[in-house]
């Protein structure tokens, strides 16, 4: 699902109600009190309703007739949507997250470099030789963290599979929240050289070298958030 415009009084609005929500302050299936909420934001009751219309399209909330608009049970929420996990790095859950990420990947982008290495054309190592380029080239975290998310993307759209593409959607967000959180705390290996193994086996065809290379590049991504945690232990 396509992440909503953030800006202006919608966006704000949608914001401070999903980011309630998500840390608890509005408990589910709790009922929301509307006239209050208009008057604390200081919205009109169509923005407050426009706003409430993206997080129902998320499953987070549903109205009915006599009981009015409610929160669902978590289990009704699109978890896998980009601004539900953006709004619960917000919320403090990243540590959470983050492991959950860590096994998401684990499942999927080995998979997806055996698929490449089969599947990937001229085009495809081209895009993923630009991307080893710009993370070759990046000199702070936000180009760090840009050409890490376009490698990642480029790696899945190689795939030609269009499922697995999807999973951009559900990784990109919270692997941008693990990339700032390595790149922005704690010094990091060059990341280079665990990137461009996966692109050499991928241009050899060679299948099962690309999943190992993934599966030791990932291995390197998670020792480098237990590193940036031991960092964070230290400095308290």
Same mark, same amino acid.
Not at 23 to 42: F, Y
Not at 223 to 234: F, N, S
């Given at each position: 699902?396509?992440?909503?415009?953030?800006?202006?009084?919608?966006?704000? @609005?949608?914001?401070?109600? +999903?980011?309630?929500? $998500? =840390?608890?302050?509005? !408990?589910? %299936? /709790?009922? *929301?009190?509307?006239?209050?909420?208009?008057?604390?934001?200081?919205?009109?009751?169509?923005?407050?309703?426009?706003?409430?219309?993206?997080?129902?399209?998320?499953?987070?909330?549903?109205?009915?007739?006599?009981?009015?608009?409610?929160?669902?049970?978590?289990?009704?929420?699109?978890?896998?949507?980009?601004?539900?996990?953006?709004?619960?790095?917000?919320?403090?859950?990243?540590?959470?997250?983050?492991?959950?990420?860590?096994?998401?990947? @684990?499942?999927?982008?080995? +998979?997806?470099?055996? $698929? =490449?290495?089969?599947? !990937?054309? %001229? /085009?495809? *190592?081209?895009?993923?030789?630009?991307?080893?380029?710009?993370?070759?080239?990046?000199?702070?975290?936000?180009?760090?963290?840009?050409?890490?998310?376009?490698?990642?993307?480029?790696?899945?759209?190689?795939?030609?599979?269009?499922?697995?593409?999807?999973?951009?959607?559900?990784?990109?967000?919270?692997?941008?929240?693990?990339?700032?959180?390595?790149?922005?705390?704690?010094?990091?290996?060059?990341?280079?050289?665990?990137?461009?193994?996966?692109?050499?086996?991928?241009?050899?065809?060679?299948?099962?070298?690309?999943?190992? !290379?993934?599966?030791?590049? *990932?291995?390197?991504?998670?020792?480098?958030?237990?590193?940036?945690?031991?960092?964070?232990?230290?400095?308290?």
């Amino acid at each position: 699902m396509a992440q909503y415009a953030r800006r202006g009084v919608h966006g704000q @609005t949608v914001e401070v109600i +999903a980011r309630r929500i $998500l =840390a608890g302050e509005i !408990a589910e %299936g /709790a009922t *929301l009190n509307l006239a209050a909420l208009q008057q604390e934001l200081d919205v009109s009751l169509t923005a407050l309703r426009e706003a409430l219309k993206v997080l129902t399209a998320k499953g987070i909330v549903d109205a009915r007739q006599k009981r009015g608009t409610f929160v669902r049970p978590r289990a009704d929420w699109h978890l896998l949507d980009g601004d539900v996990i953006r709004w619960q790095f917000a919320e403090g859950a990243g540590q959470h997250l983050l492991d959950q990420l860590h096994e998401v990947r @684990t499942i999927v982008e080995p +998979a997806a470099a055996r $698929l =490449a290495a089969d599947r !990937a054309t %001229g /085009a495809d *190592l081209a895009a993923l030789d630009e991307a080893l380029a710009e993370m070759s080239a990046a000199t702070d975290p936000v180009t760090a963290v840009r050409a890490d998310l376009g490698f990642h993307r480029a790696l899945l759209a190689a795939t030609h599979n269009e499922l697995v593409q999807r999973m951009e959607v559900v990784m990109e967000t919270g692997l941008a929240e693990r990339d700032r959180l390595v790149h922005g705390v704690a010094p990091e290996d060059d990341p280079v050289p665990s990137h461009r193994a996966v692109v050499d086996a991928i241009r050899r065809t060679d299948a099962t070298g690309a999943e190992q !290379a993934m599966r030791d590049l *990932l291995d390197k991504a998670i020792r480098d958030v237990q590193k940036v945690r031991r960092h964070r232990g230290d400095s308290e």
